[in-house]
């Protein structure tokens, strides 16, 4: 019950609870993402820190949609991305690979699956009888 009047009351303040609720996760996302790039001697795997930093900013998002402030779509994909990409770090899956592929697939086939607009009127002549 405290809490949620603690929260009640920084909604209803200026931008300081937004401000601080950003800073929080932010802060938190730098520090996983750091612990994993620190290299072999800090023996995190990368698959736990990217997962730990997607879950980070979801968590911030969800704490946003619960207090009534704007949610941001930026946070919300790339939380998304870094679950993902953890997930496919655990499994020895190669996701930029497959991205990449993915991405070059859908430019080949998008004509394919694009519709085809009609040239009746030049199939059939379009020209007009005086």
Partial sequence: MQTK???DDHTTSSGAW?????????????????IAWMGPEAEVPLGICLTGGGLILLALN?????????????????????????I???L????FGILLILIGASIILR????KK??????????AVRP
């Fill in 5 to 7: 009047q603690m929260i």
């Fill in 18 to 34: 937004k401000d601080r609720l950003e800073n929080t996760a932010w802060g938190s996302f730098l520090i996983v993402v750091g």
């Fill in 62 to 86: 969800a704490v946003r949609y619960f207090t009534g402030v704007r949610t941001s779509s930026f946070t919300i994909g790339l939380g998304a991305i870094a679950i993902l990409a953890g």
């Fill in 88 to 90: 496919a770090s655990a």
């Fill in 92 to 95: 020895s899956v190669k996701i």
């Fill in 111 to 114: 004509p394919l699956f694009e």
């Fill in 117 to 126: 607009e009609s040239s009746a009127g030049s199939r059939f002549g379009s």
